[in-house]
C-alpha cells in the first residue's frame, strides 16, 4: 500500500480522512473490490424493475433492466466459480458500466423534461443538496435559523398549550423535537414562519405569558492540528496549545483521526473565533522539534463515491463511481487521465447552464460547491 499524498489544506473530513488514509473502500483487494461494485450494481439492477411498473419516463426500462440482471448474472457466475477469472469478469463489469453510464446519461435527459419523475432520486444531482451552490442557503429548510427554542414558563405541557392556542397549519413546520428545560425545538420552512409565529406569539396574551422563545445558539467552530505524533500526551499539546494561543484554558477536543502516517493523527478541537485568528497568524503549532500545521476545521461532507456536498460515502446512493480528478466513471485513486474536470461544475453547466471554470479537482477550495458547502457550514457557527 502506497502511503497518500498529505495535502495540508485539506478543509474537510471526508477529504482529509481520503487524503491522509485510504477508505476503507479503498482499501479492499480486487476481488473484494468487485463484489462491493457487484452488489451495489445488483442494488441498482433491483431498484430499476421496481420503478419498472411506475416510470414514465424512461423509454425502455424493462429492456435496460433485464439486460442489466443477465450481465450481473454473467458477472456472479463468473466470480462463484471455483477459479473465478477476474479478467473476464472486468471485461463483463465495463460492458456493464458503458451500458449504465449510456442509461444515466439517457435518464438524465428525461429529468429535465420530467422532474418530479421518481427515477430522478437516482441522478447524482439530486443527492447533492448543495446542487445549486447560489441558493444552498435558501434551500436549507433545517437550517438553524429556521429553528426557535420554545420552553414553558410553568409547569404547563408546551404541546397541549400550543395545541389549544395555535394552529399548526398557519405555520409551515418541518421538525419538532424535544429539548431539554421541557421545551421544543421548532423548525419551521422559513424566515417568514419565524416572524409569523413570533408575530402569532406576541398577539396571543395566553401564549405570552406562559411561554418563553429563544433562538438556538449557534455551534463554535473548530480548529485543527495536523499530524501529532502519537507518542506524545494529550497533556503536551493542550500545555502547547494554550501557551502559544494565549488560553486561559485547554481546548475541548471534538474528535480525532488517522493523519498522514499511522503514528500520527489530526486533532480536532472546539474553539472560538478570536483562537481561530490568533491560530491563522502562527500558522504553526511548535511541539518540541516539531511545528504542526494549525488551522480552522470545516465540517463539510463530501461524498468520495460521486464527489456530491451534503453527504459522505457510506450514505451515497450512487452505484458508479465518479472520480474526484477527472470526472470520469472511475474512482478517484484509479484516475490516469491527465485532465483536471470538476464532475460538480461540470453537471451544473450541463444541466442548469452554469458556466463554472471546471478545470479543477472536485475538492478545490475554490471550487463554487466547495464555497457554497463552506459558507453553508459558516453560517451554522458563532464567529462574534
Ligand atoms: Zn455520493
Ligand atoms: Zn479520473
Ligand atoms: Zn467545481
Not at 461494485?37 to 424512461?58: A, E, F, N, P, W
Amino acid at each position: 500500500m502506497t502511503t497518500p499524498v498529505f495535502l495540508p489544506d485539506t478543509p474537510d473530513i471526508d477529504g482529509a480522512i481520503s487524503d491522509m488514509s485510504p477508505i476503507p473502500f479503498q482499501e479492499l483487494n480486487v476481488d473484494e473490490d468487485l463484489e462491493v461494485l457487484y452488489s451495489k450494481l445488483k442494488g441498482d439492477s433491483v431498484i430499476q424493475q421496481s420503478q419498472q411498473d411506475h416510470s414514465t419516463v424512461s423509454k425502455h426500462p424493462g429492456k435496460e433492466s433485464c439486460s442489466f440482471f443477465a450481465q450481473v448474472e454473467k458477472i456472479k457466475e463468473t466470480l462463484s466459480s471455483l477459479t473465478p477469472d477476474v479478467g473476464l469478469a472486468l471485461q463483463y463489469l465495463d460492458q456493464l458500466q458503458a451500458d449504465l453510464l449510456t442509461n444515466e446519461l439517457i435518464q438524465v435527459k428525461s429529468h429535465q423534461d420530467a422532474q418530479q419523475s421518481s427515477l430522478q432520486v437516482k441522478t447524482r444531482e439530486t443527492q447533492n443538496s448543495l446542487s445549486s451552490p447560489s441558493t444552498s442557503q435558501a434551500s436549507s429548510s433545517t437550517s438553524p435559523n429556521h429553528t426557535l427554542l420554545i420552553y414553558p414558563k410553568s409547569n404547563s405541557n408546551l404541546t397541549d398549550l400550543l395545541n389549544e392556542e395555535l394552529q399548526p397549519q398557519d405555520f409551515h413546520l418541518t421538525n419538532i423535537k424535544p429539548i431539554k428545560g421541557k421545551g421544543l425545538a421548532i423548525s419551521l420552512k422559513s424566515s417568514t414562519d419565524i416572524d409569523n409565529f413570533h408575530l402569532k406569539i406576541a398577539g396571543n396574551e395566553n401564549l405570552k405569558s406562559l411561554i418563553k422563545i429563544k433562538n438556538p445558539t449557534k455551534r463554535l467552530p473548530s480548529l485543527i492540528v495536523y499530524n501529532i505524533p502519537s507518542s506524545i500526551k494529550e497533556e503536551t499539546v493542550q500545555e502547547a496549545m494554550m501557551a502559544q494561543l494565549g488560553l486561559p484554558i485547554p481546548l475541548k477536543i471534538r474528535f480525532k483521526f488517522k493523519g498522514n502516517s499511522p503514528e500520527t493523527s489530526n486533532w480536532v478541537f472546539e474553539t472560538t473565533a478570536s483562537t481561530i485568528k490568533t491560530a491563522q497568524k502562527i500558522k504553526k503549532l511548535n511541539l518540541g522539534w516539531s511545528f504542526l500545521k494549525i488551522s480552522e476545521f470545516f465540517h463539510i461532507r463530501r461524498c468520495n463515491f460521486c464527489q456530491a456536498f451534503g453527504h459522505t460515502t457510506k450514505d451515497c446512493n450512487h452505484h458508479i463511481p465518479s472520480c474526484g480528478s477527472c470526472a470520469d466513471h472511475h474512482a478517484t485513486r484509479d484516475c490516469s487521465s491527465p485532465f483536471l474536470c470538476c464532475i460538480n461544475c461540470y453537471e451544473s453547466n450541463l444541466q442548469t447552464g452554469t458556466q463554472y471554470p471546471t478545470f479543477h479537482p472536485a475538492k478545490d477550495q475554490c471550487c463554487p460547491f466547495f464555497l457554497a458547502a463552506k459558507q453553508q457550514y459558516c453560517s451554522t457557527r458563532d464567529y462574534t
